[in-house]
């Protein structure tokens, strides 16, 4: 059985910081990794989404990476700003219907 | 073009009652997923339908859980005789094709069930 693991589950840095958040699994066979935000009391928004034959993604200021022999993926994020304070999900699409969470980073970004 | 569309976004019941979530997907996608957050936990997934047909269940507790998806309107969850145990946040997401080809699945606000 698949089991995503995140750590660590909160993180707090100041405004301007690169951090970067990580994503282990268990189970390498993989359709494809997704990292999602989620704001309190909201719903999730897609980041990025890595195929298994991929290595890594971009959008602005995120980059996700994957390596699926070592089980982990990493979210990359450049000059954090406030507004990025929220809840980050990966998520891996097995040969299931689902999709298989972790239990999320609850990233604080300091003025 | 409007995303996931979830309601009610609150709903409040007593023990023993009974909760409707409704979901229409984004315009042009055929295939449902539900899955529930607990508090403190990760999402988990619950079920995944097309239009009249419930593809995987696996993830829907065997009693008083039910989801159907038809040909006209909205997807509904619904729990019956419901428990404090059941309260939790029920997401809704969709997608064009089946997850399995590697498209991005959308996620709806979420219902957030509280059982009094």
């Known amino acids: 059985k698949q089991e995503v693991t995140q750590i660590p589950a909160a993180l707090s840095v100041p405004e301007g910081e690169n951090l970067v958040l990580n994503c282990s699994f268990t189970?390498?066979?993989?359709?494809?990794l997704q990292w999602f935000r989620q704001d309190p009391g909201k719903g999730l928004t897609s980041l990025l989404l890595?195929?298994?034959?991929?290595r890594e993604q971009t959008s602005g200021r995120l980059n996700a990476s994957l390596d699926k022999s070592s089980g982990r993926s990493t979210l990359y994020i450049a000059a954090s700003q406030p507004g990025d304070s929220a809840t980050y999900l990966c998520?891996?699409?097995?040969?299931?219907?689902?999709?298989?969470f972790g239990t999320g980073t609850r990233l604080t970004v300091i003025p | 073009n409007a995303g996931v569309m979830q309601n009610p976004r609150h709903l409040v019941r007593r023990r023993g009652q009974e909760a409707r979530l409704r979901c229409s997907p984004m315009?042009?996608?055929?295939?449902v997923y539900w899955y529930r957050q607990l508090p403190e936990e990760g999402l988990k997934f619950m079920v995944y339908?097309?239009?009249?047909?419930?593809?995987?269940e696996s993830g829907m507790p065997k009693e008083r859980f039910s989801a159907e998806f038809p040909k006209e309107g909205p997807s509904i969850l619904r729990i019956q005789q419901v428990v404090r145990g059941d309260s939790a946040a029920y997401f809704c997401?969709?997608?064009?094709?089946?997850?399995?080809?590697?498209?991005?699945?959308?996620f709806g606000e979420g219902s957030w069930l509280t059982v009094v």
């Open positions: 997401a969709s997608s064009p094709l089946g997850t399995a080809t590697g498209n991005t699945i959308y």
């Open positions: 189970d390498s066979a993989i359709y494809n």
């Open positions: 890595i195929q298994s034959s991929q």
């Open positions: 998520a891996l699409k097995t040969g299931a219907n689902n999709l298989f």
């Open positions: 315009k042009g996608h055929s295939h």
């Open positions: 339908l097309q239009k009249e047909n419930i593809i995987d």
